[in-house]
């Protein structure tokens, strides 16, 4: 089973609707009668939100229809902040990981960003909005990473989110010390090979951009003294991300798993003088809650993953409603496309698991990760001025029955679910189409070749022309010439 | 992101949790042997009152043998359920939990895990999921389970009480693949001592991975499909059905001499021996099987072979409907939460599908295909729900219908005298993701609910504020 075959079918029958249906939207949107789920400022039944521009321009239970707009009629239906996935990896064109050195800060999520990956709209199919889409963690110092938003059916050079500031993967603990995979003979072991190797590769790699900041901070002094003759230090691809790290330009998400190594990537951060971001999975982060919450850290975590590797097998489900009541900016994300299309439902989890309220359990998925991610004056709550990404279910998104039924960005419907059902029967259709055309066009071509050999040998040469490739041809008569060369290489084409 | 096309595709999250590194986990080694890792659980046993006849009263109570009882009270004596009914007194000898407000369900029956013969899914030495070679059909996977393993009283505190361990579920030491007919699975109960009180049927099913005709194959490395030409994968195929046919056809000329002949004329055969109940077709095969032509291929084979089939995986089940329904083959199904299985299907086929079996009179059942996320199995269930199937048929999915698959209905799957008392109590829907867990029976017994995650909770919501440095 594998969804990995991008066909001419896939594409047609899922990138045409939807692209049509973003383009051909109006500017001024209202979503009226919705039970609308704020996230910052409670709920308000029977409401009303008023879209402009891409922008929330007011919501509230008396929000005048402006004329012109398009009415949106939820009947009740709950509206929530679309939904902010702070650990994705969606949209990339290949592998995640650039594992063959320790530090691969060099390369960047950005540059592979594929629009036609069909899990960006199964995602947004499940509420999702933003992802924060990073390099795997193969190295203690990862690839730079984006945060896109879902923008399905518009080119790569769309999908980034306007402004996010840019982000850095590192990786503590079993994957970049190679645990789990470690390349075998010939191959060489690559350091580090235990915990305090990827704290020295951290500190190593650090140490080098700071004297390499140094440099080009003489660099430019001296230059703007007016001093002659200067020669700008070499530039260095692998150090600029870093010492954007340092100069507060650029995020650290730290994937990690075990106490030990996110208090000593805290205590890392400190001695270079910046600050970690987010740590992901931290999934031993309930035992050192305090300590994350003084460094100004968020957490990013699954709702109830364990016991895949030795250092998730301390995870508890209880581990987000822990972090949150220590004070921690806690978001609970997929790290998967499909774990993505669901993170309403892991959300309401942290209710269940160490008694959170609804509403925080929903800025878990909403205004936290945005908070992390540095985009909660844009997205994360519905809020006028905001951006209009929005999701609207037909029961409480916190229930196992709710199912997303529209989803915006930036005001425009992206996914409307009553659309996708009634394509269906048009995209079948053409599908069948296609494969019809195929088939014919295969049995034309045998129907030919059987000809062919039952002709006499005068017309041996002329149908042979017709085949597809000489290794394909049946073994010809005995009594028949063999093509001509001239004649093959014409037929070799349909 | 993690598709894999594998030639098994037996656990569909774990192949997702290959992206939480986003690495390539190709080769399992062990670096280190925790020893006594799942010893330390505590928990694992139940904690035995000291009556065994319990009232639970006021409850609404889902039988599903009949209509949901208001107000109903559930009789259990000696780890059987005595009574149920609307109105009935509390015997006077019976402990009684007052459950008003509460709701009472049969416990849930996750049908394929792989409970209790795997621990951590990388750490090899933690592995006893597969055997090496293509034929064990002599094994038996309650011989492996784990009484200890942290997975059961977490997997319990899920509302379920019992499950089936099978060959091949979970994560797999490479070395040995797991095989064709890979073993026995065993129906145990979530709670107990040893395996001899845990145990409710050790042989309940064959587990048989159908070989796949499938030319594409995910290659880990390349994070690419890599295909093989047809005629080098149907020559491969051909010959895995030919050997499984001649297996077969042996176990039953070996029924034959067994029944017929002393043991003077035949050689006691241990593997032959076990395949005996499967050609005779009183024990099920579980056939696991996920695309259209595997499907298709492995209920004509098992239909040829009369053997009684069910089929587990199903993925592409939707594309066969006629075929199953015709040959009465019940399904159980891959997760809900699963992404479609190709990239042109709908995208939300995987959560229609239920329903769109059982309206074609297919019996389905859920499961995890996995040990890990076995709590999950009601959010799997819910969210088929939220796509189209009746509640009462998704409970029944978590219950009753496995059993009816592998032969226990008469033991388990509904709240009716005279079956095992294995029944849950909560604050409110079952398939709903806040709802709680208050009480829970298995074989009768009030069984703790206490489990190492919920250990740990307690254990550092109590930590102190570290100092200030």
């Excluded at chain 1, 051909?24 to 209202?30: C, G, H, R």
């Excluded at chain 2, 489990?451 to 102190?464: A, D, W």
């Amino acid at each position: 089973m594998s969804r990995k075959i991008i066909g001419t079918l896939a594409l047609l029958s899922a990138l045409i609707p939807t692209a049509a249906l973003a383009q051909s939207f109006p500017e001024v949107t209202v979503i009226r009668d919705a039970t609308i789920l704020t996230v910052s400022h409670g709920t308000i039944q029977h409401g009303s939100i008023l879209i402009r521009d891409g922008k929330i321009a007011a919501v509230g239970k008396d929000v005048a229809i402006p004329a012109g707009a398009t009415v949106i009629d939820a009947a009740g239906e709950f509206v929530m902040p679309g939904i902010v996935d702070c650990h994705s990896h969606i949209a990339v064109d290949g592998s995640v990981n650039e594992g063959g050195v320790a530090v691969s800060s060099m390369v960047n999520i950005h540059d592979v960003l594929n629009p036609d990956d069909i899990v960006i709209y199964d995602d947004l199919a499940g509420g999702v909005t933003v992802a924060n889409v990073l390099h795997g963690s193969a190295n203690p110092i990862g690839g730079q990473t984006v945060v896109i938003k879902l923008r399905w059916g518009k080119p790569a050079s769309e999908l980034p989110f306007e402004g996010a500031l840019p982000g850095i993967k590192f990786a503590l603990g079993e994957n970049p010390k190679e645990s789990n995979f470690r390349p075998q003979p010939p191959t060489p072991i690559r350091y580090p090979a235990s915990r305090m190797g990827v704290e020295e590769t951290i500190r190593q790699a650090f140490t080098e951009a700071r004297e390499y900041k140094k440099t080009w901070d003489d660099y430019d002094r001296r230059k703007a003294a007016g001093e002659a003759n200067l020669i700008a230090p070499r530039r260095d691809l692998k150090l600029d991300p870093l010492v954007e790290v340092m100069e507060g330009k650029r995020y650290v998400h730290a994937h990690c798993y075990r106490q030990d190594e996110i208090l000593m990537l805290i205590r890392v951060a400190n001695e270079f003088g910046f600050k970690v971001r987010t740590f992901q999975h931290v999934l031993e982060g309930y035992k050192i809650a305090d300590e994350i919450a003084a460094s100004g850290a968020g957490g990013s975590t699954f709702s109830d993953w364990w016991a895949y590797k030795m250092e998730a097998f301390d995870a508890i489900p209880y581990n987000a409603a822990l972090m949150a009541e220590r004070g921690v900016v806690v978001s609970i994300n997929s790290d998967d496309a499909e774990e993505a299309r669901h993170l309403n439902q892991e959300a309401a989890k942290a209710i269940k698991y160490g008694g959170v309220s609804p509403e925080e359990a929903l800025k878990m998925v909403t205004l936290n990760p945005a908070i992390q991610l540095g985009i909660d004056n844009r997205v994360g709550s519905i809020d006028v001025g905001k951006d209009a990404d929005l999701a609207i279910y037909n029961h409480d998104p916190l229930s196992v029955y709710g199912v997303a039924q529209k989803v915006l960005i930036d005001g425009q419907v992206y996914f409307d679910r009553s659309h996708d059902l009634t394509q269906r029967a048009a995209l079948e259709r053409e599908k069948q189409a296609l494969v019809d055309k195929e088939k014919k066009a295969a049995e034309d071509e045998k129907k030919a070749e059987e000809k062919s050999a039952k002709e006499p040998d005068q017309a041996a040469t002329k149908k042979s022309a017709k085949k597809k490739n000489p290794d394909q041809r049946k073994p010809e008569p005995i009594n028949t010439e063999p093509p001509q060369a001239g004649a093959l290489s014409e037929g070799g084409t349909r | 992101m993690s598709r894999t096309s594998s030639m098994r595709r037996r656990s569909v999250i774990p192949a997702s949790l290959i992206s939480i590194a986003g690495l390539l986990l190709v080769i399992v080694t062990p670096f280190f042997t925790p020893a006594n890792l799942a010893a330390q659980d505590s928990s694992a046993v139940p904690v035995s009152a000291s009556s065994n006849v319990y009232a639970i009263t006021g409850a609404k109570i889902y039988t599903l043998a009949g209509p949901v009882i208001e107000n109903g009270t559930l009789v259990i004596r000696d780890g059987k359920i005595a009574a149920v009914g609307a109105g009935l007194a509390a015997p006077p000898d019976a402990q009684v939990i007052d459950a008003k407000g509460l709701e009472v369900y049969p416990g849930l029956f996750d049908p394929i895990t792989g409970m209790g013969l795997g621990e951590i899914d990388q750490v090899l030495s933690t592995q006893d999921t597969a055997e090496t070679g293509d034929y064990n059909p002599d094994i038996v996977a309650a011989t492996a389970v784990n009484p200890s393993s942290v997975h059961i009283a977490v997997t319990r505190a899920a509302g379920i009480t019992h499950v089936l361990s099978v060959e091949g579920v979970g994560a797999i030491d490479s070395r040995s693949g797991g095989g064709l007919l890979a073993g026995q699975a065993s129906a145990i109960n979530l709670a107990g001592w040893t395996m001899k009180e845990m145990a409710i049927d050790k042989s309940v099913a064959m587990a048989l991975y159908w070989p796949s005709l499938s030319t594409a194959e995910y290659d880990e490395v390349s994070s690419s499909l890599k295909h093989k030409p047809y005629t080098e994968v149907k020559e491969a195929y051909d010959k895995q059905v030919n050997d499984l046919s001649d297996w077969l056809d042996r176990a039953r000329h070996y029924a034959q001499a067994v029944e017929q002949g002393s043991p003077a004329v035949y050689q006691r055969d241990l593997k032959l021996e076990a395949l005996i109940p499967v050609v005779q077709g009183k024990q099920p095969v579980l056939v696991f099987a996920d695309t259209a032509r595997d499907i298709r291929n492995s209920v004509e084979f098992c239909a040829k072979q009369n053997l009684k089939m069910i089929l587990a995986g199903g993925a592409e089940a939707w594309k066969e409907k006629i075929l199953l329904k015709q040959k009465n083959i019940p399904v159980i199904l891959d997760p809900t939460m699963r992404l479609p299985d190709e990239e042109d299907f709908p995208y939300d086929k995987p959560m229609t599908q239920p329903a769109e079996l059982v309206a074609a009179g297919i019996p389905i059942a859920f499961a995890s295909f996995n040990t890990d996320f076995s709590r999950r199995l009601s959010q799997q269930a819910g969210n088929a729900v939220a796509y189209g199937l009746s509640r009462d048929e998704a409970l029944k999915a978590i219950t009753l219908n496995a059993a009816r698959m592998f032969g226990l209905a008469d033991r388990l799957g509904t709240i009716e005298p005279g079956k095992m008392a294995n029944v849950i109590v909560t604050d409110g829907d079952v398939l709903e993701l806040r709802t709680q867990l208050r009480y829970l029976f298995i074989q009768g017994k009030l069984t703790s609910l206490d489990n190492r995650h919920l250990q740990f909770y307690e254990m550092y919501r109590k930590r102190p504020k570290p100092s200030a440095q």
